[in-house]
């Protein structure tokens, strides 16, 4: 419905006024985009209430083990050892599985969220009395401790888990250079201050500490088109991404993301770039960027085609 709405109301509009897409006014171009997009939500989803069925829970599990073994692979990779070391998560979401199976791992860890999910019975009881279940029954951990203090106390005890409400801008709860290494996931594309935290993320990683962090670049309210939110002039676009408490996701570009961990002070170890836009929709789409009121209405086509970027920083020794 949603998707058919636009091609029926722009095909009326071209009979009626003979004026081409591309020559619309904006205030046109910008109504038929609310139209297609999902409303803002009441809520930052952390705080919306959880599913908690059993395939959700499941899901979640998976998850949270397919993170914390990648990060162990990447720390091992990089010849740390996961043993004692602080780890970090910025933007947890809904539960702090990855960062748990880790403690279980034998890490130190924190996490900070700009909104940080509260403790619900019907979800998190559940969730991490499964996570428990996996991690014993296929060894991953060396130690159930850390999971057992959670699911005893309800909550999180701080000896078993750092945590601030702050979010990346103001990391003041940790130390300099206390962490090992820093991750996140999906959660950049959220942020409307990067130098901020990108200048927290470089003040509490350890000299030589690394930060793994995964970006998805596209316009969350609709994921098929990916670059709408680009079009956005930039008063627009700032009210957008705070009505929708930062999901809507980013107007930044990979290329400005990499110059922030520069500007930080990081080195740029790898940019793995795994999503591409589909070229038949960036065929439509660049006629409208280049006759929007967007700030990047005169970037070049290159710029604007990776979609994910999965960027591998280190801090100097
Ligand atoms: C799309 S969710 C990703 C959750 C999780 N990392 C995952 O992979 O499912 C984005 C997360 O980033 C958090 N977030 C948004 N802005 C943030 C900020 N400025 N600092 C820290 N976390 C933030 C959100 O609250 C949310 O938990």
Redesign the pocket.
Do not use: K, M, T, W
């Given at each position: 419905m949603e998707i058919n709405l636009i091609p029926r109301a722009r095909r009326l509009v071209e009979r009626l006024g003979g004026l081409p897409f591309s020559a619309w006014p904006h205030e046109i171009l910008d109504a038929s985009r609310r139209i297609a997009s999902p409303p803002p939500p009441a809520l930052?989803?952390?705080f919306r209430r959880l599913p908690h069925d059993a395939e959700t829970i499941a899901r979640d599990v998976d998850?949270a083990v397919f993170?914390a073994q990648a990060y162990r692979g990447f720390l091992e990779q990089a010849g740390d050892t996961l043993d004692g070391a602080w780890l970090l998560?910025?933007?947890?979401?809904?539960n702090f599985g990855v960062m748990l199976t880790l403690a279980c791992m034998g890490a130190r860890v924190a996490v900070?969220?700009?909104?940080l999910?509260p403790w619900e019975d019907d979800y998190h009881g559940r969730f991490y009395a499964a996570l428990r279940q996996r991690i014993d029954r296929e060894s991953i951990g060396q130690s159930l401790a850390p999971l057992d203090a959670v699911i005893a106390a309800r909550d999180y005890p701080s000896a078993v888990l750092m945590r601030t409400t702050a979010?990346?801008?103001d990391l003041s709860a940790f130390s300099d250079g206390q962490f090992d290494a820093v991750f996140?996931?999906?959660?950049f594309e959220?942020?409307?201050d990067h130098a901020r935290?990108f200048a927290e993320l470089w003040r509490l990683t350890r000299p030589g500490g690394y930060g793994s962090h995964q970006v998805d670049f596209r316009d969350h309210r609709a994921l098929e088109r990916p670059l709408e939110l680009l079009l956005l002039a930039p008063k627009r676009y700032r009210r957008t991404f705070d009505e929708y408490f930062?999901?809507c996701g980013c107007q930044l570009r990979p290329r400005e993301m990499s110059q922030l961990f520069e500007c930080a002070g990081f080195h740029l170890l790898t940019q793995e770039r795994p999503r591409q836009v589909d070229e038949a929709y960036f065929a439509g789409f660049l006629p409208r960027l280049r006759a929007s009121r967007s700030a990047y209405r005169e970037w070049p086509a290159e710029a604007l085609r990776d979609l994910e970027v999965r960027y591998v920083v280190r801090k100097p020794s």
């Open positions: 930052p989803e952390n998850y993170n998560e910025l933007g947890p979401g809904r900070a969220d700009r909104f999910a979010g990346g801008e996140s996931n999906a959660v959220h942020v409307r935290v930062g999901e």
